[in-house]
């Protein structure tokens, strides 16, 4: 029998579509939506198989809606209901101090960064992403799931996201069927041994800890750790560096006028009047751009 779990957030002033951009890995991830039925996303927990759904109640609420095929796992939602849904992050301290970036702010005021509890999960989707296109990586992961992964819980016709330990079982032919070269294969299957470290990091608000457990998994990088600090665990601070695109969109947005050649050592530069709240601003200057889909 399936238990379900029923709750009602306070949530007034946060845009779900904005916020939930990041949860998924392309249109057509098997493991979730986001479309007028709302955002859903199926995963593994230590409890099981468990699907998640967010869906706007009023203007002041959203209502999420788990199933498992335990209590336990369905309570694991009920404790991260909060950070799913945005309300632990508080952006209220956020000064935009440019003309520009006070309108996008005005524009977006309901972004927000959220916590979520599949944190492997979310690490593996950010790790197809290295060095590739997003397409290349959507469908690498789409291939994976939809050849090993079980049906998930609920109404919705899902696939449960992949354990650590599932990704252990799949063959690198496969993966390099899909066109994921060694380096990243090996940092998959590092990560899966290392599985328990990066799972005990969901729910997390110390970053620095998150940081320095990341710096142990081999093939995981700087900009690796900040995607995954900002898309699962939330942080406003996060700034990815060695990305392609990045520092010349900061750094031609902040400083349009300067003739100065762009790179990382600039783009922190010029984000360092935002520290504490870096990662907003890069957040807020990527939703226009939609490139960086792990930022």
Known sequence: MTARLDVVVRAQGISLSRSTRLLHLGKYDPTGFSDERGVAKAFATVHGPVTVHLARKSPEEIRVRAWADTDDGAAIVLGAAAGLCGTLDD??????????????????????????????????????????????????????????AKRAPGPFDLSVALSAKEWLTVPPHELSALS???????????????????????????????????????????????????????????????????????????????????????????????????GRVVRLLMSDEGKLRGI
């Open 91 to 148: 952006p209220s301290t956020f000064l935009p101090l440019t003309p520009d970036l006070e309108r996008r702010f005005s524009v977006q005021k309901g972004l927000r960064f959220l916590r979520v509890p599949w944190v492997f999960d979310a690490l593996v989707q950010i790790v197809l992403q290295q060095r590739v296109r997003f397409v290349e990586a959507a469908r690498a992961y789409r291939g994976i799931v939809n050849r090993h």
């Open 180 to 278: 994921v070269d060694r380096k990243r294969i090996d940092t998959l299957r590092h990560a899966g041994r290392l599985a328990r470290h990066v799972e005990k990091l969901a729910g997390t608000t110390d970053f620095a800890e998150a940081r320095r457990v990341l710096a142990l998994l081999p093939g995981i990088g700087p900009w690796t750790t900040e995607c995954f600090l900002a898309q699962a665990l939330g942080d406003p601070d996060a700034v990815p560096t060695g990305d392609v695109h990045l520092p010349r969109i900061v750094c031609t947005t902040l400083e349009p006028a300067s003739k100065r050649l762009y790179d990382d050592a600039r783009m922190l530069e010029l984000l360092e009047p935002w520290r504490g709240q870096r």
